[in-house]
């Protein structure tokens, strides 16, 4: 196995919805989307956003398009004008789950 | 089968670019352009507004943009279908018409639709057995409903569609959905029925396509460097058929790039439950949804599957919730960070020891870890961090004091903090949002179509 990052097998877009953010993550390619499936679980997606997230994690798959759908509750800091964050509209947040780690077979072709 | 017919959408939010919707209209060939305006916050502003003066209370971008395409959209024949109304699209009407008048034409036809601001009809509503509680929490308005400052229900494309049915070429609204903008011509010209739940399921993805503007088209793309052109990117244009599967692009020769991927990111744009998305007019299953690249900056989109919608309007409500200011300053050279932190430690004491305490404070360190937290490790070397403190309370004198206590730093405090501009920060008020539903009997809407 090596390790690799979401950035190197998928792409995401993130936005709010009141105090929860949303991240698509979308595979680049069937096999990519195998594995998102099996390793970005919504308990992985929550240890990563640790400090950000306060909320559960839930996880919708919508395999039509090679895509997972998160949304990740209590994670704006009250969310649209009620926050204080610098992100309090989850923008950015597609972009760090992109740098979440997963293992991949060695042989796995980026 | 009827020609397919072309819907670009020129303005994603009020603040988008200016210039967008003049390039949709003589960039190439186009029947309709929307425009969305409407934001929480933009709507309580407009209220406000229309209190002080009855002719206010709408997007006054619009009136400045019709006045600079109003002698092309006749020429062209183009439609225009706006959520500029606000709370007060009879006045936003009326001022187009005066922009007309001003421009000597005639046979101008402008529709307007009503009946979603419910701001005056609370209590009313309340007798007939709305209790507005929240509709994420379930917790009950109660007394937060002297507070509301805004309230509009998200109202269907019917009226919209009527509206153009009934020969007006722009359409100005209040709060329309976002998707129904571009649903409403479809429904008009392709003559779709309340229960054609597949077409309307149709119709509405294309419109949350794109609803946020350039965002379909390379905006916001994770591959950004495979985005030629950002400077010129063009705006999303629907080719739509009347059997409800439609085509995404935009006109030649512009920026950006409409690719399954770029389409893809958009469909998961602030996205729920996939199989449930709710709109006035129709539940979409987004999990049937297809695509497939069809010629350059051409997605095709397919397959979609629509439920009957619900019985109820979502309704969008607006208070205050007390004030936030916040303030900024840049620390730089060695051992930036700690400096940085230490600059924090000084101001939340200094203002503890006058007295002053806050409902919540935050403490963020711009260019290092305030959107991603601890995902990345820091740096070996930190070059340079912008402080960002922020506050919020019921209190305003209280934030303007915390205001005060910022720029001193620059003297009083560790050395290289510079980047103090643009005065002392100001309480700013909180315009919290309240989500909520109401039966859809309850609502009634207005066309209004009149001629200059």
Same mark, same amino acid.
């Given at each position: 196995?090596? $390790?690799?990052?979401?950035?190197?097998?998928?792409?995401?877009?993130? /936005?709010?919805?009141?105090?929860?953010?949303?991240?698509? @993550?979308?595979?680049?390619?069937?096999?990519? *989307?195998?594995?998102?499936?099996?390793?970005? $679980?919504?308990?992985?997606?929550?240890?990563? *956003?640790?400090?950000?997230?306060?909320?559960?994690?839930?996880?919708?798959?919508?395999? =039509?398009? @090679?895509?997972?759908?998160?949304?990740?509750?209590?994670?704006? /800091?009250?969310?649209?004008?009620?926050?204080?964050? =610098?992100?309090?509209? /989850?923008? $950015?947040?597609?972009?760090?789950?992109? @740098?979440?780690?997963?293992?991949?077979?060695?042989? *796995?072709?980026? | 089968?009827?020609?397919?017919?072309?819907?670009?959408?020129?303005?994603?939010?009020?603040?988008?670019?200016?210039?967008?919707?003049?390039?949709?209209?003589?960039?190439?060939?186009?029947?309709?352009?929307?425009?969305?305006?409407?934001?929480?916050?933009?709507?309580?502003?407009?209220?406000?507004?229309?209190? +002080?003066?009855?002719?206010?209370?709408?997007?006054?971008?619009?009136?400045?943009?019709?006045?600079?395409?109003?002698?092309?959209?006749?020429?062209?024949?183009?439609?225009?279908?706006?959520? #500029?109304?606000?709370?007060?699209?009879?006045?936003?009407?009326?001022?187009?018409?005066?922009?007309?008048?001003?421009?000597?034409?005639?046979?101008?036809?402008?529709?307007?639709?009503?009946?979603?601001?419910?701001?005056?009809?609370?209590?009313?509503?309340?007798?007939?057995? &709305?209790?507005?509680?929240?509709?994420?929490?379930?917790?009950?308005?109660?007394?937060?409903?002297?507070?509301?400052?805004?309230?509009?229900?998200?109202?269907?494309?019917?009226?919209?569609?009527?509206?153009?049915?009934?020969?007006?070429?722009?359409?100005?609204?209040?709060?329309?959905?976002?998707?129904?903008?571009?649903? #409403?011509?479809?429904?008009?010209?392709?003559?779709? +029925?309340?229960?054609?739940?597949?077409?309307?399921?149709?119709?509405?993805?294309?419109?949350?396509?794109?609803?946020?503007?350039?965002?379909?088209?390379?905006?916001?793309?994770?591959?950004?460097?495979?985005?030629?052109?950002? #400077?010129?990117?063009?705006?999303?244009?629907?080719?739509?058929?009347?059997?409800?599967?439609?085509?995404?692009?935009?006109?030649?020769?512009?920026?950006?790039?409409?690719?399954? #991927?770029?389409?893809?990111?958009?469909?998961?744009?602030?996205?729920?439950?996939?199989?449930?998305?709710?709109?006035?007019?129709?539940?979409?299953?987004?999990?049937?949804?297809?695509?497939?690249?069809?010629?350059?900056?051409?997605?095709?989109?397919?397959?979609?599957?629509?439920?009957?919608?619900?019985?109820?309007?979502?309704?969008?409500?607006?208070?205050?919730?007390?004030?936030? &200011?916040?303030?900024?300053?840049?620390?730089?050279?060695?051992? &930036?960070?700690? +400096? &940085?932190?230490?600059?924090?430690?000084?101001?939340?004491?200094?203002?503890?020891?006058?007295?002053?305490?806050?409902?919540?404070?935050?403490?963020?360190?711009?260019?290092?870890?305030?959107?991603?937290?601890?995902?990345?490790?820091?740096?070996?070397?930190?070059?340079?961090?912008?402080?960002?403190?922020?506050?919020?309370?019921?209190?305003?004198? +209280?934030?303007?004091?915390?205001?005060?206590?910022?720029?001193?730093?620059?003297?009083?405090?560790?050395?290289?903090?510079?980047?103090?501009?643009?005065?002392?920060?100001?309480?700013?008020?909180?315009?919290?949002?309240?989500?909520?539903?109401?039966?859809?009997?309850?609502?009634?809407?207005?066309?209004?179509?009149?001629?200059?």
């Amino acid at each position: 196995m090596r $390790t690799i990052q979401l950035y190197d097998i998928a792409h995401a877009r993130s /936005g709010d919805k009141g105090d929860s953010s949303n991240v698509g @993550l979308i595979a680049n390619g069937a096999a990519a *989307f195998a594995i998102i499936r099996k390793e970005v $679980t919504p308990d992985r997606v929550r240890a990563h *956003f640790k400090g950000i997230v306060k909320g559960v994690v839930d996880r919708y798959e919508m395999p =039509n398009l @090679l895509c997972l759908n998160f949304i990740l509750h209590d994670s704006l /800091g009250g969310g649209g004008s009620e926050s204080l964050r =610098n992100d309090a509209q /989850g923008k $950015t947040h597609g972009q760090a789950l992109l @740098l979440m780690e997963i293992d991949v077979p060695e042989d *796995f072709q980026l | 089968m009827k020609e397919p017919i072309l819907i670009g959408n020129g303005q994603g939010f009020w603040g988008d670019s200016i210039d967008a919707p003049v390039k949709l209209m003589t960039g190439g060939p186009i029947h309709y352009v929307t425009l969305d305006y409407l934001a929480e916050v933009t709507m309580s502003i407009m209220q406000r507004q229309k209190q +002080k003066d009855p002719k206010r209370g709408y997007a006054t971008d619009f009136v400045q943009l019709m006045k600079d395409t109003l002698p092309t959209l006749i020429e062209k024949d183009i439609k225009v279908v706006a959520s #500029a109304g606000g709370v007060n699209p009879a006045a936003c009407r009326d001022a187009v018409f005066a922009v007309a008048r001003e421009l000597g034409l005639t046979g101008l036809k402008i529709g307007i639709v009503e009946g979603d601001d419910i701001l005056d009809r609370l209590t009313e509503l309340n007798e007939k057995g &709305a209790d507005f509680k929240h509709l994420d929490t379930g917790e009950p308005l109660a007394s937060l409903q002297d507070k509301v400052l805004s309230a509009n229900a998200y109202i269907s494309s019917r009226p919209l569609a009527e509206a153009l049915d009934q020969g007006a070429q722009v359409i100005i609204t209040g709060r329309a959905t976002d998707p129904g903008l571009v649903l #409403a011509p479809m429904i008009h010209e392709f003559g779709w +029925k309340p229960d054609d739940w597949d077409r309307l399921a149709a119709g509405t993805v294309a419109g949350h396509i794109l609803e946020c503007g350039a965002q379909a088209c390379g905006g916001n793309f994770s591959r950004w460097w495979e985005v030629p052109d950002f #400077a010129q990117i063009g705006y999303p244009i629907v080719e739509a058929y009347e059997d409800g599967s439609f085509v995404i692009t935009k006109h030649a020769g512009t920026g950006g790039m409409v690719t399954c #991927a770029t389409v893809t990111e958009q469909i998961l744009y602030e996205l729920g439950d996939p199989k449930n998305y709710i709109s006035p007019d129709v539940r979409v299953d987004f999990s049937s949804i297809e695509l497939h690249e069809d010629g350059e900056n051409r997605v095709r989109v397919s397959g979609i599957k629509g439920i009957p919608s619900t019985d109820t309007l979502k309704v969008s409500m607006s208070y205050n919730n007390g004030f936030k &200011a916040a303030g900024t300053l840049t620390i730089s050279g060695p051992k &930036a960070y700690e +400096k &940085a932190q230490k600059c924090a430690e000084i101001v939340w004491q200094r203002l503890a020891d006058a007295g002053f305490t806050f409902e919540e404070t935050n403490t963020e360190y711009l260019g290092l870890n305030s959107c991603h937290g601890d995902i990345n490790p820091l740096p070996a070397q930190i070059n340079e961090v912008v402080l960002k403190l922020s506050a919020r309370d019921a209190n305003p004198a +209280k934030l303007t004091r915390f205001g005060k206590e910022i720029a001193p730093l620059v003297t009083n405090g560790p050395p290289g903090v510079t980047g103090f501009a643009g005065g002392r920060p100001r309480p700013q008020e909180i315009v919290a949002y309240w989500p909520a539903l109401i039966d859809k009997k309850l609502v009634e809407t207005r066309v209004t179509v009149e001629e200059v």
